[in-house]
């Protein structure tokens, strides 16, 4: 009976020790690049820029031209 007390101590010993905060700094080295949004963050907005310099809408999805007269 008292090992089976004390295998427990032990367990929930250790399980308390995994539920430790992570710090902000850390949570890159955790995190997947698989689990992102984009894929590629850096090159979608490089894109989105370039895309809304040329249409001169400053809105991806508005409607109207780029001020030269076309749709």
Known sequence: MKL???????VIGLCA???SP???WQRGKLAKPQ????P???Q???IGHIY???EAS??????????????
């Open 52 to 54: 809304n310099s040329r």
């Open 58 to 71: 400053g809105a991806v999805g508005s409607t109207g031209g780029g001020g030269c007269g076309c749709n």
């Open 4 to 10: 089976v007390r004390t295998a427990t101590i032990v």
């Open 35 to 38: 689990m992102a949004l984009e």
């Open 22 to 24: 992570v710090a902000p």
């Open 40 to 42: 590629y963050p850096l």
């Open 17 to 19: 020790c995994a539920c």
């Open 44 to 46: 979608n907005t490089f």
